[in-house]
């Protein structure tokens, strides 16, 4: 079955504790990208990769760092967590072309006290 | 910078009503115009999408309008059912060759009432 898959679903930390979340696919897609959802504000991509050891920013990429080593995975690291990083987290994945449709993870949530 | 603002952010409509989410861009250069639709605890998933040189595309009660001119679109739903109640995002998509561009609406929260 095509999928995207993140863990953990749910994440509970404190500020400043290094954590990653994972995300993998399994229809070799060369384009990944992860994504904030926060009430009122929509999808805000942190960033993206084109394909193996590509990645750039998205909009809201401060606090955030990926890596994309091998093309199925692309996990998003949290140096030192705040709580302004509170969020719904989720991992899409496509191919290259405009009229690719995303295929998104089921999300992370991440709750930073 | 917001390139594609999404309207309105929450709809309640009767069941057999239709409902009407609008979405303006401002980036000319985007050449593929998608609409998601996410169930809570879900990630979202492609709806139904439009290319630019149609105005409009209709996929069983879902219909993309699209305006070129106006740089704006809209989806409609008719005959709106309880299942339908989600949130709605629409979206802007380009590909250069050595990028790829994908801005999303803020969402739309819609409520079908039985």
């Known amino acids: 079955e095509a999928q995207v898959t993140q863990n953990p679903r749910y994440l509970i930390t404190v500020t400043g504790k290094k954590l990653t979340v994972t995300c993998s696919q399994n229809m070799n897609h060369e384009y990944m990208s992860w994504y904030r959802q926060d009430p009122g504000l929509g999808l805000r991509q942190i960033y993206y990769s084109m394909n193996v050891e590509v990645t750039d920013k998205g909009d809201v990429p401060e606090g955030y760092k990926v890596s994309r080593k091998e093309k199925r995975n692309f996990p998003l690291i949290l140096e030192s967590p705040s709580p302004n990083q509170t969020s719904l987290y989720f991992c899409?994945?496509?191919?290259?072309?405009?009229?690719?449709?995303?295929?998104f993870g089921n999300g992370t949530r991440l709750t930073v006290t | 910078q917001q390139q594609v603002k999404q309207s309105p952010q929450s709809l309640i409509v009767q069941k057999g009503g239709i409902s009407i989410i609008n979405c303006a861009y401002e980036n000319t250069a985007f050449d593929y115009f998608p609409w998601y639709q996410q169930f809570p605890g879900k990630g979202p998933a492609l709806l139904i999408a439009?290319?630019?040189?149609?105005s409009e595309k209709k996929e069983g009660r879902f219909t993309i309008s699209f305006n070129k001119s106006a740089k704006q679109f809209s989806l409609h739903i008719m005959d709106s059912q309880p299942g339908d109640s989600a949130t709605y995002f629409c979206a802007a998509t380009s590909f250069s060759g050595s990028a790829r561009q994908l801005t999303f609406g803020s969402g739309t929260q819609l409520t079908v009432l039985p």
């Open positions: 899409a994945s496509s191919w290259l072309q405009s009229n690719s449709p995303l295929h």
């Open positions: 439009i290319r630019p040189d149609v």
